[in-house]
């Protein structure tokens, strides 16, 4: 069983949605899926005007919510899943407290797709997926993610660099994809806008999309109708209801 976080934001619920289905529909293990999302979790943190989404800092909750015990996979909701996370599931932890797949990001859009302001910063993107070993995270109590600066969480500050492993590049490629892409990332703005509907591998998000409704769709069963009920007419010469 492996436990997967996704980034969930109120704005925009669907993209979860399709990355959930897309992670089920390719795995070959048990996956216990959760929505990180913030009426669930009691977190008193400051709105920081800079954050883009809901989920921003609530990432780094993950090993509180897992009783800092166990691995658990933490993943932002403008992905999709195109191949089997038992891979990443069977990769040894022992020598990590966390493994992420280590991008050298250099935007070139001055806004986000939310509309907030990019910015760059060292090891930008690294914790858009990140697998944890949980006990060794102790030092992101909840209590120092509803205070903690972005720059210290997002650049994985106090934690050694030998303990932050790699992932395979094919595990978070950002807004490209080629035969070996296990999930594409949309960074630059997912085909949920109406101004990214012509983003290049728009139509592999919308196929996931149409396949999790039809399937959804069949999913559900039709409404019972009861039978009508006889009614209670007498039939002198039958002595029954008709």
């Known amino acids: 069983m492996l436990r997967i976080f996704i980034g969930w934001d ?13 992670l089920e529909k390719h795995s070959t293990i048990p996956l216990e899926i959760r929505y990180l999302r913030l009426t669930d979790l009691n977190f008193d943190r400051a ?23 166990g691995t658990a996979l933490f993943l932002d909701n403008d ?34 797709m939310y509309g907030c302001p990019q910015t ?31 720059a210290y969480l997002h650049r994985f500050e106090d934690i050694p660099d030998e303990q932050i492993g790699d992932l395979p590049k094919t595990w978070n490629t950002l807004d490209w994809m080629d035969a070996s892409t296990k999930l594409i990332h949309y960074t630059n703005g997912g085909p949920w ?13 919308y196929a996931m999309r149409d396949e999790m409704k039809a399937a959804r769709s069949r999913a559900v069963p039709r409404p019972h109708v009861a039978a009508p009920i006889a009614s209670l007419v007498v039939d002198p010469g039958a002595g029954q209801t008709v």
């Open 10 to 22: 109120s704005r925009f619920p669907e993209p979860a949605d399709v990355l959930k289905y897309s």
């Open 47 to 69: 709105v920081d005007p800079l954050a883009s989404t809901e989920f921003t800092y609530t990432r780094f909750l993950v090993p509180h919510l897992c009783e800092f015990a």
């Open 79 to 112: 992905m999709l899943c195109l191949g089997d996370v038992a891979e990443l599931a069977a990769l040894p932890m022992d020598e990590y407290a966390l493994r992420v797949v280590k991008h050298d990001y250099q935007p070139t859009n001055a806004t986000k």
């Open 120 to 150: 760059v910063y060292p090891r930008k993107n690294w914790s858009s997926m990140m697998l944890m070993d949980c006990g060794k995270l102790r030092l992101w109590a909840k209590q120092v993610i509803e205070v903690a600066s972005g």
């Open 193 to 205: 806008f109406e101004e990214y509907r012509d983003h290049p591998h728009a139509d592999v998000w």
